[in-house]
């Protein structure tokens, strides 16, 4: 069964600083997803970015993106010029590629934002 | 109207109660799923459908049931409520895997 593991609970960052959230995965396939989420408190999940593993590129999305190392199994996500709206949980996921569905999340990392 | 609506948003109920929560969308999609979310653990899948015929358990299915009614909607039975099964249940729909999934605003769900 694949895992994903999410080391860091919880993070602080200065409003306008840049912030990297760290998330490791375990899977023998090679065909896969990588999703980054985020739940503000009115607990909505919100989709940020994604990343096809058959991609060398790494994703972004304005003030979003990914560092994705294959061979490592790591995708953190960096979030440049922090924002106060940016504070809420952020979730790693995992789908796989072939014909079983579903997402594996890590367990979270609660961003806080300092003004 | 949301994509993705979930009813109730909140519910209370009491130990060894039937509860079903429901699940609808307008987004169109196939594939629907039921998460459920506890502080500390992230989200984990209970279910998930590809079609109104095709019925497929997640990690933690046990103590929960489906229905999927048509391909709009898809609801989430606990037969017997125990206190353990408070949680966060998410819905959510899905196009395509790449495309990622489109969650509901979630039911808060207390057994107690």
């Known amino acids: 069964a694949q895992t994903v593991t999410q080391s860091q609970p919880e993070m602080s960052v200065q409003e306008a600083e840049t912030v990297t959230l760290s998330c490791t995965y375990d899977?023998?396939?090679?065909?896969?997803?990588l999703f980054w989420y985020k739940q503000p408190p009115s607990r909505q999940m919100i989709l940020v970015i994604r990343?096809?593993?058959?991609?060398?590129q790494n994703a972004t999305e304005n003030r979003f993106s990914v560092n994705f190392q294959k061979a490592a199994k790591s995708f953190s996500l960096k979030i440049s010029d922090s924002q106060l709206g940016d504070a809420a949980m952020y979730f790693c996921?995992?789908?796989?590629?072939?014909?079983?569905?579903?997402?594996?999340f890590g367990k979270g990392t609660h961003l806080i934002i300092q003004p | 109207d949301a994509d993705v609506t979930q009813t109730p948003r909140n519910r209370i109920t009491k130990t060894g109660k039937r509860i079903m929560l429901e699940c609808s969308q307008t987004?169109?999609?196939?594939?629907m799923y039921w998460y459920r979310q506890d502080p500390g653990l992230g989200l984990r899948l209970i279910y998930y459908?590809?079609?109104?015929?095709?019925?497929n358990k997640g990690e933690i299915s046990d103590g929960y049931s489906v229905s999927r009614q048509a391909q709009a909607k898809f609801s989430l039975s606990l037969e017997s409520a125990i206190p353990n099964q408070t949680a966060l249940y998410f819905c959510?729909?899905?196009?395509?895997?790449?495309?990622?999934?489109?969650f509901g605003s979630g039911t808060r769900l207390t057994v107690v």
């Open positions: 959510a729909t899905s196009a395509d895997k790449y495309y990622g999934y489109t």
């Open positions: 899977t023998s396939e090679s065909d896969y997803y």
């Open positions: 990343q096809e593993a058959y991609k060398q």
């Open positions: 996921a995992y789908s796989p590629g072939g014909g079983a569905d579903g997402l594996t």
């Open positions: 987004k169109g999609h196939d594939r």
């Open positions: 459908s590809f079609d109104v015929k095709d019925i």
